[in-house]
């Protein structure tokens, strides 16, 4: 008997029921299989909805065309994780503050995944009588350097922390199948590293990744298979499908670069800043855009910033550097006042120092455009099902970053041309009005959000991860927009080729040790 783990045979899959629903892929899938212990990698454009259709979320025609086969005496276990940012709150400070709600949970609760409960109260409430393997559990803490962190609260992790804790908590349930896409976002190079040597030595079951196609294939991955918008376009043993891999690459980079060029140039978009067409000499007699003359910041007597100083000039480009949990997106929301330790003195705002009473949240904002994972998880949760692409783009008009409050139908004539101009330019213009921000790609929300920061030309633009699971030829344009924007740009990457060009940089390598210096 084949110890297949998951099979399709002759499906096609849908989203509804309804018979007029169009299919997830065009084509009918004729014949796919994962066996047990096998390493995927799911490559290319429709590689997300793919593991979606393994994952078992659309229905699937004929019904069984899509089968699971019996291992372990009992149907597989199918655990996914996907891009998800932080823990996704109702405001971007939660992360920052202490207070209760339903993710009020430490990280070794939300590994576990059992119990819900409060930190602060005896008891625990089950929610499954799973049965936790404490071997697994503490091998799994041990190989994704999560031991320092397993007593810390859940929301407060960072971004690259909270990807192994999510792998962790998945990991523990010992699936069958593990599907992670985009396995290597948001990691800085070590945690990268971490990650993909334990995905090589792990055997416990078989594995898919999703990644783009200008993504680096691990070695360890033993099958690809590449899935564009129709379907699959080929699949096999590493071995088999090699020469396919350059080949697909390439047509599909002459493709996007053959999409019509828009009518508008980067001038046209941005000439609206107050900063265009000024000359530089003028704008380096103006107050710094923020300076940091030793600031601190602590977690009950822990520092993650210690003795900061940092003068960032108006119209100066820096790339944020620094390690998984060196405090780049704490630095950030100290900026954006959504840190309750913002209101600091040592923190100088256009030449005046940030006193209680000197400034408030919404005139910080007010200059501010920003894209970031947790503005991301925010803005799908709360509004995802409710925004249109272009509605979504039109909240970036609003004071708060924050504020996805709908507006579109109350912008001036000239604001709803700009957002316009901008869905023309990125080549969006087929799907502007019609396609929920949660239904769109990865990659296309990410471009949205990208938009929806620069669209009120904000002095200051915080980029952190803004261009992690965006396509090349997307990220290419918003690199080239980056080239001419006049104002200040904050960019937080781990990647060389998703960072656009920067003049500076500062690097967080622990409290209390920066470098700082020229790109
Ligand atoms: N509310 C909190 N309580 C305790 N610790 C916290 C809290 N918020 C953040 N931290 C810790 O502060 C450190 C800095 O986190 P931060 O998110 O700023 O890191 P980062 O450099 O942005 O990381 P990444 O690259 O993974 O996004 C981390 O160790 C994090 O766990």
Not at 219 to 229: A, K, L
Request: hydrophobic share 35%; aromatic share 10%.
């Amino acid at each position: 008997m084949s110890n297949y783990v998951v099979r399709i045979k002759g499906g096609l899959f849908k989203s509804s029921l309804q018979r007029s629903a169009a299919p997830i892929f065009s084509k009918a899938i004729n014949f796919f299989e994962i066996l047990s212990h096998e390493k995927w990698v799911f490559w290319g454009p429709g590689k997300s909805k793919f593991m979606d259709v393994i994952g078992n979320k659309y229905l699937c025609e004929p019904p069984l065309s899509l089968s699971y086969g019996q291992t372990k005496g009992c149907l597989p276990k199918v655990e996914v994780v996907k891009f998800q940012g932080v823990m996704p709150t109702a405001h971007l400070s939660a992360r920052y503050e202490f207070f209760k709600d339903e993710f009020d949970q430490t990280c070794e609760k939300f590994i576990k995944d059992n119990s819900v409960g409060s930190n602060e109260v005896e008891y625990d409430v089950k929610k499954s009588d799973r049965v936790i393997d404490m071997d697994l559990y503490r091998f799994l803490l041990k190989e994704l350097k999560l031991e320092d962190l397993e007593k810390r609260w859940a929301m407060g992790l960072s971004n690259g922390q909270m990807r192994r804790a999510r792998l962790a908590r998945s990991l523990l349930k010992e699936p069958d199948i593990l599907l992670v896409d985009d396995l290597f976002l948001g990691l800085d190079p070590s945690a990268a590293k971490i990650i993909s040597e334990f995905m090589r030595d792990y055997s416990r079951s078989s594995i898919v990744i999703g990644l783009r196609l200008q993504d680096h294939i691990p070695e360890w991955c033993t099958h690809i298979c590449c899935v564009n918008e129709d379907g699959i376009l080929f699949q096999g043993k590493r071995d088999s499908v090699e020469h396919h891999l350059k080949e697909v690459g390439n047509q599909y980079y002459s493709k996007q670069q053959g999409i019509s060029a828009s009518q508008s140039t980067i001038d046209d978009l941005i000439s609206t800043h107050a900063l265009y067409n000024i000359p530089r000499t003028r704008i380096s007699q103006m107050p710094h855009s923020f300076e940091l003359r030793g600031l601190n910041v602590s977690y009950r007597g822990e520092d993650v910033i210690k003795d900061l100083y940092w003068k960032i000039p108006p119209g100066s480009k820096w790339h944020i550097r620094g390690d998984n949990g060196t405090g780049k997106s704490t630095l950030l929301s100290l900026l954006t006042a959504d840190h309750p330790q913002s209101w600091n003195s040592r923190l100088v705002e256009n030449g005046v120092p940030r006193r209680t009473g000197s400034t408030n949240y919404f005139e910080i904002n007010r200059k501010i455009g920003m894209s970031s994972p947790e503005l991301h998880a925010t803005i799908l949760n709360r509004s995802g099902k409710r925004l249109n692409l272009v509605e979504t783009i039109a909240t970036g008009f609003h004071e708060g970053t924050n504020n996805f409050t709908p507006c579109f139908d109350k912008l001036s004539y000239f604001q709803k041309e700009l957002i316009m101009k901008y869905v023309k330019f990125f080549g969006l213009s087929h799907i502007s009005g019609i396609t929920k921000l949660e239904d769109l790609s990865v990659s296309d929300q990410k471009l949205v959000l990208f938009i929806r920061s620069i669209i009120k030309m904000p002095e200051i633009l915080i980029l952190d991860e803004a261009f992690s699971a965006m396509e090349t030829e997307p990220m290419r344009k918003c690199h080239a927009l980056l080239e001419k924007w006049p104002g200040t740009v904050l960019v937080v990457s781990h990647i060389d080729e998703e960072t656009p060009r920067c003049d500076n940089f500062i690097k967080l390598i622990s409290p209390g040790d920066y470098k700082v210096g020229n790109v």
